[in-house]
């Protein structure tokens, strides 16, 4: 049966471009609607991010075909900022609205509809070409591997034994995070080839700074390497020789908060330097928002070992963002860019400086931002940012997709997958699009694995939580999960981040157990293949750019294309519980070598990658 009215403005058919635009950039629109309508005028209606109209725009017929009428605008958007969209018409019974469904096809409604959202964005200067295609590698250097013996501090807890399991028990009632395993940054610098196994082209490390806390999120000093990760010597020596094999470093920026235990607020006297905590005649005073000092102070999320900066005081503004500062000397020493975090927290103007910054130095540099929700309409603390409106990140982390591939396949949520996917095609900028950090496993998440485990963490105390490990028929069928999320993860848009040791069939719920060690004598060959295999295909140019197209999405079976100017590459998963048969007249297999010829018999709870023509139509039988 025909739809009443086709438009989605993730097909080029309907508009172009597809997804956020420039200001002043000229946007089409096609709308095809059923002849049995006698349409006496048709018009699109923009309204301000508030709710204020700004354009009202006649829809001209341009075509029929098909039984379909085409009405046509083509408008442009001086201003950049969120804006949304509907369409209304009048005929012989009143006036109709035309808005968004929830997965964005067109909804015929006699009252205020629901508006589709177009994202206006200022000039984006760079292209972000060394990036795109690539597949990134995310690393907690303590937990991946000893290389040259560095200084152990004498007031932590070291873990000879590098298979144990991070410490998690309070002491004293508190979690200390002091516990070290040794590994360092010349540890990575030995494993690149084994990294370039896996085709990875960026490498993301978690914060490498001067800090107390084995995770390094409480920053010491802003100039230094941790002496237990290594030394600037090391950290220039992993840059040059990641670089001979044409890999990226990328730095965590942690810019929100300080630790207690740094040169800056030195609150335990541990520095030679007078810190915020020990005078009000500190250089660094002013940095910090003393509520009743010396020990009431504002903290991220009340967390007393996080000191909060005053973002916007010129001096940590200067320090930080100013010519020779803190950015400018990580990427003159060989860093390709920075993954901010919490920025959420940081003030408009602070992130337009630190993005300004990493601009000057190199445009082609990427600021990839820390964001949970849709980046592109995220509201903190009760006012719409503008990451991309204002260009302020180039790329975030893809968390909505993360949660969404996992929803699918646990929960057979496919619809949901689909609309987080055609959600974030019109909603954000393509260059974003193609370098979205996609990641299914990261320090603050359970391993991959675990998320299709039988057992709910909540149901588990901690110390079972600690020893929990999948059995043999969970553990099946959790890495043809693993499997099937992959797949869609490494050929979608984007950049997928594999998060260290998943390669290797790592388990471990939350922090810290997601935070375990790389375990090199226990590396599943199969799941590890399986990655090398997904790295290799990747490298077709059509992961840079290529068109996504949504082919399949019914009975648990998801397939989408990448499609570039005489071929596309095809993704398909049956999270179905019964084998599904799938017509296509010609292709080759990717994972297998294996011809296509007229239909492909895809097994539940697998996946294939299909290397067909981009005029290849598939057909669920």
Known sequence: MMDDILYNPCLPEHKRPVGAVKRGEEVAVTVKITERYAIAAIRLVLYEDGGAQVL????????????????QAVFSVSAPGLYWYCFAFNDVYGIHYI???????????DRSPDCWQLTVCGE???????????????????RFYRGRETPIRPDVVFHNDWNEIPEYRPVHGKILNNDFFGGNLSGVTKKLDYLKSLSVGIIYLNPIFKAASNHKYDTGDYLKIDEMLGNEDDFIELCREAKARDILIILDGVFNHTGDDSVYFNKYGRYPTLGAYQSLDSPYFSWYKFINYPDDYESWWGIKTLPRVSQDNPEWLEFITGPGGVIEKWLRLGVAGFRLDVIDELSDNFLDLIYRRIKAVDPENIVIGEVWEDASNKVSYGRRRRYFSDNQVDAVMNYPLKNAIIAYLKYDDLSGLRRTIRHLINNYPKHALDCLMNHLGTHDTMRLLNNFTHSS????????QAHYRLRDGEYDRAVRMLKMATAIQYTLP????????????AQGFRDPFCRNTFNWNRIDADIYNWYRSLGKIRQDPVYREGFYREEVAENGVFAFSRIASDYKIVTITNNGSNDTTIAMTSGIDLLTGL???????????????IRTGADVSLTLL
């Open 56 to 71: 009202e725009i006649p829809l001209t017929p341009t075509e029929s075909d098909g039984g379909y009428r085409y009405y």
């Open 99 to 109: 808005g968004a469904g929830s997965d964005l096809d067109a909804v015929l409604t």
């Open 124 to 142: 984006f200067a760079g292209t972000l070409a060394r990036f795109k295609g690539r597949t990134m590698y995310q690393i907690m250097v303590d």
């Open 457 to 464: 963490p909540e149901a588990l105390s901690r110390a079972q």
């Open 494 to 505: 984007g950049i997928p981040s594999l998060y260290y040791g998943d390669e290797t069939g």
């Open 595 to 609: 011809p296509v010829a007229g239909h492909i018999v895809l097994p539940e709870k697998t996946a294939r990658i």
